[in-house]
């Protein structure tokens, strides 16, 4: 059974950072491209980051590159996501998950495959 289980949330305050987690199970995260997707209180879902697993290259959405890293740790299946310099705007409910296509940066729920259940980022002064 895949799993996906994402953690690290919490409130902070602008120009702090978090790092958020996402263990998988059921499969192996080296053999799948990964994103983290979240969706601000009152927005629609939003590609954030991804890696790739031809290469482990990273792609970031505009507003959160120079901000936020991508990395693996393969020997314990998870993906992280390093946050820093956090804004308000950066408020959201994250999610790794698996995107259907190679390659996809889509924004659209219907495009994934597995999710977690997310984790909550609030960023407040």
């Known amino acids: 059974e895949v799993r996906l289980l994402e953690s690290g949330g919490g409130l902070v305050q602008p120009g702090e950072s978090l790092r958020l987690s996402c263990e998988a199970s059921?499969?192996?995260?080296?053999?799948?491209?990964m994103n983290w997707v979240r969706q601000g209180p009152g927005k629609g879902f939003e590609w954030v980051a991804s890696?790739?697993?031809?290469?482990?290259?990273?792609s970031y959405a505009a507003s959160v590159k120079g901000r936020f890293t991508v990395s693996r740790d393969n020997a314990k299946n998870t993906l992280y996501l390093q946050m820093n310099n956090l804004k308000t705007e950066d408020t959201a409910l994250y999610y790794c998950?698996?995107?259907?296509?190679?390659?996809?940066?889509?924004?659209?729920?219907?495009?994934?495959?597995?999710w977690g259940q997310g984790t909550q980022v609030t960023v407040s002064s």
């Open positions: 998950a698996t995107p259907r296509s190679r390659g996809s940066r889509s924004s659209d729920r219907n495009d994934y495959v597995y």
């Open positions: 890696m790739y697993n031809r290469d482990g290259g990273t």
């Open positions: 059921g499969f192996l995260l080296s053999n799948s491209d």
